[in-house]
């Protein structure tokens, strides 16, 4: 009964290929997110969908491009990996409400730390 | 300089010990979010505050939205409160997030 679950834990591969990373929430949120920690730790935002539109885009490379199939997943796909694209990467889901002053918690997934060789 | 500093980045304390970890941020928010990352790399929601005060446990935390300030206190710590802290804030749709305060409590 997981809340939000990504696959893989762990990816591991070379410069150049193409990977994907999954995530799914059964929470019945209708907004979710993936977060890059690099290696100091650090958490930013990459990208936020909401109804499967996307609402926020973190000035990230457009070999980055999420893909929303439906409210309850959203999966990255990273193409051309570059070294500098090893990090963990986090899903988060939550419930939207839209104005200032309105926010819902977050819940995050696990985590899928990917390592570029 | 980060929107959104914590402070220490480094804490040690014995079991027992009362510890606060200080998040300072400069840009308006709507709430705030204290995280916890276990050191297998989890990221756990402590609390969400707007303003005032939330106790859970022998957790604390508070907010001065006047001098965009918040505290969280751990009370009794014990060293299964090894972890990282995170603060985060609710900025315009997304969330902001301190570099985190790494905590080892010894037994």
């Known amino acids: 009964d997981t809340a939000v679950s990504q696959t893989p834990k762990y990816l591991v591969t070379q410069m150049g290929n193409d990977k994907s990373i999954k995530c799914e929430q059964n929470l019945g949120h209708d907004t979710m997110y993936w977060y890059k920690q690099d290696s100091k730790k650090f958490l930013k935002i990459m990208f936020s969908?909401?109804?499967?539109?996307?609402?926020i885009n973190e000035t990230v490379p457009n070999r980055f491009s999420p893909k929303s199939p439906d409210k309850a997943h959203l999966n990255l796909h990273i193409n051309s990996l570059e070294l500098g694209d090893s990090a963990v990467y986090f899903c988060?889901?939550?419930?939207?409400?839209?104005?200032?002053?309105?926010?819902?918690?977050?819940?995050f997934g696990p985590g899928t730390r990917l390592t570029v060789l | 300089k980060n929107e959104v500093e914590q402070s220490p980045q480094n804490l040690t304390a014995q079991e027992e010990e009362f510890i606060t970890i200080n998040c300072s941020y400069s840009v308006g928010i709507s709430a705030l979010h204290w995280l916890q990352q276990h050191p297998g790399g989890g990221i756990v929601s402590l609390f969400m505050?707007?303003?005032g005060k939330k106790k859970h446990g022998r957790l604390i935390a508070t907010i001065n939205i006047q001098e965009k300030h918040s505290s969280l206190h751990i009370t009794a710590s014990h060293p299964r409160d090894s972890a990282v802290y995170i603060c985060a804030v609710f900025n315009t749709d997304k969330l902001i997030f301190g570099t985190g305060t790494r905590l080892q409590v010894f037994p």
């Open positions: 988060a889901s939550s419930q939207y409400k839209q104005g200032w002053g309105s926010y819902n918690e977050q819940f």
């Open positions: 505050l707007s303003s």
């Open positions: 969908y909401n109804n499967k539109e996307l609402i």
